[in-house]
């Protein structure tokens, strides 16, 4: 008996997982499909599937992103991507990425059935060739270096426990990918990873998507949804951004953690709550606490077990490792083969890298893809780094100033200054940059003298010195949320 390829399909519209799932049986293909990118991953793991069809903007990930992650484990499943934001950009990336095929929305389901006839024949072909690198290359987390090292042996350590884990660290040093780490070699390994970014999904639907809401709990809540936390049960529920967490899911959150049950929104049945909790931020939590936007005790709930994650200017040792990787790892998805010459790796290794690991693993990326000889030179990282860097010559590794001083804020007051520089370069952005800085200094200026004034506006406006309704003009411009505290 032969037994029917299966396809996987993830998209968060349901009519178009009904098409597919109806055009796709019909063609005597089995079909299990979701809407979310962390239960596509789930299956992609567990072996599951011959073909995937995954949509690019889905609530919790994007498929772009899963599609390398798929390919690393399974090279040979073909993957398509459909999007509606139908972009030349969307369209590279789905193949620079290692997408079998690309189809914009709306698509027209006798080509779609072509090309996935076309994929299931041809798989050999589509294998990528066996990455150039060294075996490290299938490693999770890639560095040697002594700090690393420590991270590896906390993460060791944590293998046989379900402790709450704290990672912090900057944006891009690799927190998500330890959080995974710590499910992938841990106990609970066998159940699902479910990860929730605080930052981006909007505050009034956080609570209803971690602890799921029932059918008619609140307008639009036309059936029951399942939380994450109950689609964590027997893993591991990854909270991202922990500290942009709402303060109405931060008082829950603190009592599931308390209580060790839940209920949904509208709903009174508690569940038992089941699953093991990594959060991460790139935030300092303590600053937030000091200004009443963070629950010290869900703090030190969370907190059990904290990992700092360096920055990679704080290991400037792991970047030649991790850039030959990142070579390495865009040649296994088609891109050219590309080296480096030893003096452009040492222009490298001396770059402060603000955005960390995904600012070096970008930079990688493109360079596979657009420089045309095969060992990239000294010249064209000076190019590219001159461009977005502040300073002309970085100060040696190990010269970062001490913390709390002038020089150290105005270092990172650089550093921000040049990623929002990157930022507005990268998007064809002129115009924006004044404003975009005062804002990212103005905004968590007000909130504190707020967290000091316990919300009270016109002690706050005396103690800024500014104008009243000035005041109140920019909080309704950063939307900072206001609550008049009593006590
Ligand atoms: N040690 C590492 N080895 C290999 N790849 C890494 C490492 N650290 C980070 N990366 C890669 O860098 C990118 C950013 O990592 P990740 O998303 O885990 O960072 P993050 O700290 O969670 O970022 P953010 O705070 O912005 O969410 C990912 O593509 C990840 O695979």
Redesign the pocket.
């Known amino acids: 008996m032969t037994t029917l390829p299966t396809i996987l399909i993830a998209d968060d519209d349901r009519s178009i997982r009904t098409v597919l799932t109806q055009a796709l049986g019909r063609s005597g293909y089995q079909v299990r499909t979701t809407s979310s990118a962390a239960t596509l991953w789930r299956w992609v793991e567990d072996g599951e599937g011959d073909l995937v069809i995954t949509d690019v903007v889905m609530p919790d990930e994007n498929g772009l992103d899963l599609v390398p992650r798929i390919k690393r484990i399974r090279p040979e499943m073909p993957v398509l991507v459909m999007s509606a934001q139908s972009t030349i950009l969307t369209a590279v990336q789905s193949t620079q990425r290692g997408a079998f095929e690309y189809l914009p929305k709306p698509f027209d389901l006798g080509e779609l059935l072509a090309i996935v006839d076309r994929a299931l024949k041809q798989p050999a072909m589509q294998a990528p060739a066996e990455p150039s690198g060294a075996p490290e290359d299938n490693l999770?987390?890639?560095?040697r270096s002594a700090a690393?090292q420590e991270i590896y042996r906390v993460i060791a350590r944590l293998t046989t426990t379900d402790l709450t884990v704290m990672i912090t660290?900057?944006?891009?040093?690799?927190?998500?990918?330890?959080a995974r780490a710590l499910h992938d070699y841990g106990r609970r390994r066998q159940g699902p990873f479910v990860a929730i970014?605080m930052a981006a999904i909007p505050r009034e639907l956080i609570e209803s998507e971690l602890f799921g809401h029932e059918r008619g709990a609140f307008t639009g809540a036309a059936n029951r949804h399942v939380g994450r936390f109950e689609q964590a049960a027997g893993g591991t529920l990854f909270l991202?951004?922990i500290g942009d967490m709402p303060p109405e899911a931060q008082t829950r959150l603190l009592r599931v953690l308390q209580e060790g049950e839940f209920t949904t929104v509208g709903g009174r049945q508690p569940i038992r709550a089941n699953a093991r909790i990594v959060a991460?931020t790139?935030r300092d939590l303590r600053v937030l606490i000091r200004s009443g936007q963070f629950r010290e005790d869900l703090f030190y709930r969370l907190n059990v077990v904290p990992i700092r994650?360096p920055s990679l200017r704080e290991r400037p040792g792991?970047i030649p490792l991790?850039a030959q990787?990142f070579l390495n790892r865009a040649q296994a998805e088609g891109l050219p083969s590309k080296t480096l010459a030893p003096e452009a790796m040492v222009r490298l290794s001396q770059y402060r890298w603000p955005g960390?690991?995904?600012e070096l693993?970008n930079l990688m990326r493109r360079l596979s893809a657009l420089v045309p000889q095969s060992t990239i030179s000294e010249e064209i990282i000076e190019a590219e780094l001159s461009d977005r860097a502040i300073e002309d010559a970085p100060p040696p590794a190990g010269a970062e100033p001490p913390p709390d001083t002038p020089q150290a804020l105005e270092r990172v007051i650089e550093r921000h200054v040049a990623r929002l520089m990157t930022e507005a370069r990268e998007a064809g952005e002129d115009g924006v940059l004044y404003d975009r800085v005062l804002a990212a200094f103005e905004a968590p200026l007000i909130r504190l003298v707020l967290g000091e004034t316990r919300g009270n506006q016109i002690r706050a406006a005396a103690l800024l010195g500014l104008n009243r309704n000035t005041l109140r003009k920019k909080i309704r411009e950063h939307e900072i949320g206001v609550t008049r505290r009593v006590g």
Do not use: Q, T
């Not at 999770?140 to 560095?143: M, N």
């Open positions: 999770p987390l890639i560095g690393m660290g900057e944006s891009g040093s690799g927190k998500e990918l330890v970014n991202d951004e991460a790139h994650l792991d991790l990787h960390n690991v995904r693993e």
